[in-house]
């Protein structure tokens, strides 16, 4: 039982590229979460999935889209990488709609140049 | 505007004595509390959480403390231990909501 797990755990890309963080959980949780880390600002909700089929946007969505690929994946993918987006992401997940207590990822480390 | 502030960014305790963090909120609409744990490299990891009916919740070391009235909530971890040297997340979550709501964070360094 792996939880939630996150790929790539570290990338480099220069400013205009895209790229696509992967997410994956096997708890057979109904809600997802894609959350950013920047020093001083604790965690800041990106977009959130409450069940398969649905994405909605949390606090800082602008620059990136979700998708929910089946009940287990949920990826964020940043079409135009912008330097304002180097951060740590980290996904989440939570049993179901009312859940409060949510289970993190690693987390993916991101430099955009 | 920060609806969850954690105003001291680090602490400082000796093994063995009590390490005690802060939080406050400005949202009377939260009724759910919780703390989250992060050693460097990894994801934030569950500690505690309290209901907005209660106003302490305890487990093993960990107690947590909430104030409605004055919109603040503390940790306490007794007897601290180096192992509990981590960054601590607050998070506070509406009623009625799956979304939560972080502070900043505090640094806890425990010096054996």
């Known amino acids: 039982n792996a939880g939630v797990t996150q790929t790539p755990k570290f990338q480099v890309l220069k400013t205009g590229q895209s790229m696509t963080l992967q997410c994956a959980q096997d708890m057979n949780h109904n809600s997802m979460y894609w959350y950013r880390q920047d020093p001083g600002m604790g965690l800041r909700l990106i977009y959130y999935?409450?069940?398969?089929?649905?994405?909605d946007k949390g606090e800082v969505p602008n620059g990136y889209n979700v998708s929910r690929l089946n009940k287990r994946e949920f990826s964020l993918r940043l079409e135009s990488a912008a330097p304002s987006q180097t951060s740590v992401y980290f996904c989440?997940?939570?049993?179901?709609?009312?859940?409060?207590?949510?289970?993190f990822g690693p987390g993916t480390r991101l430099l955009v140049l | 505007d920060q609806q969850v502030k954690q105003n001291s960014p680090s602490l400082s305790v000796q093994e063995g004595r009590i390490s005690i963090l802060n939080c406050d909120y400005t949202?009377?609409?939260?009724?759910?509390f919780l703390w989250y744990k992060k050693y460097p490299a990894e994801g934030p990891t569950f500690l505690i959480s309290?209901?907005?009916?209660?106003d302490k919740n305890e487990d093993g070391r960990f107690t947590v403390f909430l104030n409605k009235s004055a919109k603040h909530l503390s940790l306490h971890i007794v007897p601290s231990q180096p192992g509990d040297s981590a960054v601590y997340f607050c998070?506070?979550?509406?009623?009625?909501?799956?979304?939560?709501?972080f502070g900043a964070g505090t640094i806890l360094r425990v010096k054996s």
């Open positions: 949202n009377s609409m939260f009724d759910y």
């Open positions: 998070a506070a979550s509406l009623h009625g909501g799956d979304k939560l709501v």
């Open positions: 999935s409450a069940s398969e089929g649905t994405t």
């Open positions: 989440a997940s939570s049993p179901m709609e009312g859940t409060k207590t949510q289970y």
């Open positions: 309290i209901s907005s009916i209660k």
